[in-house]
């Protein structure tokens, strides 16, 4: 299944759209930055409103495309979810699971690489909060569940040397 | 000639934004993505709420940091892009002030803002102008364009501070009207930091 993609530039506003939703392009800088102040605002929720936020804007998308495209099946929905990822520019995906919960696993990461690039090393933990965001709104889309289904964690980072990043997803 | 912002905005939208079979795209020297405007205005609206009123200036000065920083670093890397020195470039008859017109180009060509400068005095003073820009959509009572900030005051460091990496923060931007606060644009003026 290759997802349909319509990436259209509104020659009035000069405003992008993917599939109808706004959208906007910006760089692995920006990405790594707002991430590492997510971070260093941990003490007001830093992370997890930056997870959330991923959460309820990706929903949208994924529901809205499920819907036109009659897709149907929680698995062919994870499967759109993973190249909706791709898409973005946000790295390269695999999902496995079922409605108690599963696992994502990156092979490319925009997130991590994006921060190597801008900082290398690692700062001894995950930072990954935008896709633990994604995999919950995912599988919270493609088993009809409502935001705050799903947990995400992440086990195995790339910012932290591991070969790939991982992600357990556990129904709550 | 100099250079012509819906021109360059028209050329530059042209080019297929793709990401590879990695699922990444690599373009202007950086890592792009191309997400959702609901998050990137979701999670500065939710962290503006989360932080208490005392800190809220500190969090804000953060927030136009992020772009600053963002945009010295990418700003660089897309005026010596290919990109910007095939579509920019021959229309470049002025020097800097073209170059941070090009820039506004891409700016405006990525969906940030439909802006460009109106007043610049070199190395002292611009004046931008955004009729459109994607900040400015919710309505919370305030100004909101920190993105905008941060990357004009980057420009116009990248134009007129010490050369690259070492002019970062000699300059600095504030938001004087806002279309999220009622005004019919958003003005942005850059000025040297004290």
Redesign the interface.
């Given at each position: 299944m290759a997802l349909e993609v319509d990436?259209t530039?509104d020659?009035k506003?000069?405003?992008?759209y993917?599939n109808g939703?706004?959208?906007?392009?910006?760089?692995?800088?920006?990405?790594s930055?707002?991430t590492?102040?997510?971070e260093?605002?941990e003490d007001?929720?830093?992370p997890d409103?930056?997870c959330?936020?991923?959460e309820?804007?990706?929903r949208?998308?994924l529901d809205d495309y499920f819907q036109k495209h009659n897709v149907g099946t929680p698995e062919e929905k994870l499967k759109v979810g993973q190249e909706y990822?791709?898409?973005?520019?946000?790295?390269?995906?695999e999902v496995m699971g079922d409605e108690q919960g599963g696992e994502v696993v990156l092979?490319?990461s925009?997130v991590d690489?994006?921060w190597q690039?801008k900082w290398g090393g690692n700062i001894g933990k995950p930072i990954n909060h935008w896709t633990r965001g994604y995999a919950a709104a995912m599988f919270a889309a493609a088993f009809n569940r409502p935001p705050r289904s799903y947990q995400a964690e992440e086990i195995a980072s790339i910012i932290k040397g591991d070969d790939t990043s991982k992600f357990t997803i556990t129904a709550c | 000639m100099t250079v012509q912002r819906d021109v360059v905005?028209?050329q530059l939208?042209d080019i297929q934004?793709e990401?590879t079979?990695?699922?990444?795209?690599p373009a202007?020297g950086?890592?792009?993505?191309?997400?959702?405007?609901?998050?990137?205005n979701?999670?500065t609206e939710?962290?503006l709420k989360?932080?208490?009123d005392e800190r809220r200036a500190e969090?804000e000065e953060?927030?136009v940091?992020?772009?600053h920083?963002?945009g010295y670093?990418?700003g660089f890397?897309i005026i010596n892009s290919d990109e910007f020195k095939s579509v920019v470039e021959p229309m470049v008859t002025e020097g800097a002030k073209d170059i941070l017109r090009g820039a506004y180009a891409v700016f405006?060509?990525?969906?940030?803002a439909?802006s460009g400068i109106v007043q610049i005095k070199e190395g002292e003073r611009m004046v931008i102008r955004a009729v459109?820009y994607?900040e400015s959509?919710g309505q919370p009572g305030y100004k909101t364009a920190f993105?905008i900030r941060g990357v004009s005051a980057a420009f116009f460091d990248l134009a007129y501070s010490d050369a690259f990496p070492d002019g970062i923060h000699k300059y600095k931007c504030e938001q004087a009207k806002g279309i999220e606060v009622g005004d019919p644009f958003g003005e942005f003026i850059v000025y040297q930091n004290e």
């Open positions: 990436l530039f020659q506003t000069y405003r992008h993917m939703f706004l959208a906007v392009l910006h760089c692995h800088h920006y990405m930055l707002l590492k102040l997510a260093d605002y007001v929720g830093g409103i930056l959330e936020s991923v309820d804007s990706i949208p998308m990822y791709s898409v973005m520019g946000m790295g390269q995906m092979q490319r925009h690489q994006g690039k | 905005v028209k939208a934004i990401s079979d990695e699922g990444l795209i202007y950086v890592l792009v993505n191309m997400l959702p405007v609901a998050f990137w979701t999670f939710r962290i989360a932080i208490p969090l953060a927030l940091n992020c772009a920083e963002c670093h990418t890397g405006t060509a990525w969906g940030w439909k459109d994607y959509d993105m």
